[in-house]
């Protein structure tokens, strides 16, 4: 018997097995999608999220303000808050934690106000702002899902995006009502698509 003829079977066989593996990598048949129209004085933008894999979402954020805007160069935080909602800016309530709401979700841990920040799940990354005022935010959170759980962003209020007029410092429980980025000067609904 030649070597040819004990390895052909061999091959085969590692190639069947080899069809037959495969791992998990958990992207989803069907990519969920959001969008949110940013809006403040002077200032406009978009924000798209898409959740192609299970627990992670991708967000793109694009925005733009007026000279006379309070979209300043330099950084701005962004968060995704609580509730769908922008009339006024404060009726988004404060940072996206997952539904905490103890009936339907005993085992939630969360600490009320800013005692969890930077830590709430909404916290984002900062946004930068250039000279001409165009800013632009490019991200991926496991912290939020856009399909339906715990964590998602379409609870029964929804959730909005909000830019702050200053940078988040991301600081544990911030000494000053500031330090997560002061006043909120733009807001945008997140829309299932």
């Not at 967000?59 to 303000?65: A, C, D, Q, V």
């Not at 339907?104 to 984002?124: F, K, M, Q, R």
């Amino acid at each position: 018997m030649n070597m040819l003829s004990l390895l052909i079977p061999s091959i085969a066989a590692l190639a069947l097995l080899g069809g037959c593996t495969s791992y998990y990598t958990g992207k989803r048949d069907t990519k969920v999608q959001a969008h949110a129209t940013i809006t403040g004085e002077g200032i406009t933008g978009e924000a798209d999220l898409y959740e192609e894999y299970e627990g992670r979402v991708r967000i793109t954020l694009k925005l733009e303000g007026t000279a006379a805007s309070k979209l300043t160069p330099g950084r701005h935080a962004i968060h995704i808050h609580e509730t769908g909602a922008c009339d006024p800016f404060t009726a988004a309530k404060g940072h996206y934690d997952g539904n905490i709401d103890a009936q339907v979700n005993p085992e939630a841990n969360v600490s009320p106000g800013l005692g969890n920040h930077p830590y709430h799940l909404g916290d984002l990354p900062n946004l930068k702002v250039n000279e001409d005022r165009k800013g632009s935010l490019y991200t991926i959170t496991s912290r939020v899902t856009l399909s339906e759980g715990l964590n998602t962003l379409f609870d029964q209020n929804g959730s909005a995006f909000i830019v702050h007029e200053l940078e988040d410092q991301y600081l544990p429980d911030p000494p000053m009502s500031d330090g997560p980025g002061g006043p909120r000067i733009a807001c945008g609904v997140i829309v299932k698509r």
